[in-house]
């Protein structure tokens, strides 16, 4: 079973930044690849970034591309998702989101809230 808890959202400006983590409580963390997924009002749920287990390659979706970066801290079974410049059509609740390497079971967080306004 794999917990994964996330903080660090809240309420910005335009023009603001914001940095989200998520630790998860599980064995070999490393092996895991993890994402950011984004659920606002009315919409579905839509992939932010995803990084691999391993060498920590990432990925990006369009809208958040050079505004957002991924990390992974192995040694502190956490994930980090920096967002700068944040408009208001990022808000919207983020997800951490972990897949078993070979079961390809999917595991979520509670969710925290990002609200950008002025």
């Known amino acids: 079973q794999v917990q994964l808890v996330e903080s660090g959202g809240g309420l910005v400006q335009p023009g603001g930044s914001l940095r989200l983590s998520c630790r998860a409580s599980v064995r070999f963390f490393s092996i895991y690849a993890m994402a950011w997924y984004r659920q606002a009002p009315g919409k579905q749920r839509e992939l932010v970034a995803g990084?691999?287990?391993?060498?920590?390659?990432?990925n990006y979706a369009d809208s958040v591309k050079g505004r957002f970066t991924m990390s992974r801290d192995n040694a502190k079974n956490t994930v980090y998702l920096q967002m700068n410049s944040l408009k208001p059509e990022d808000t919207a609740v983020y997800y951490c989101?972990?897949?078993?390497?070979?079961?390809?079971?999917?595991?979520w967080g509670q969710g925290t809230q990002v609200t950008v306004s002025s």
């Open positions: 990084i691999t287990s391993g060498s920590g390659s990432t």
């Open positions: 989101n972990a897949d078993h390497p070979l079961s390809g079971t999917a595991y």
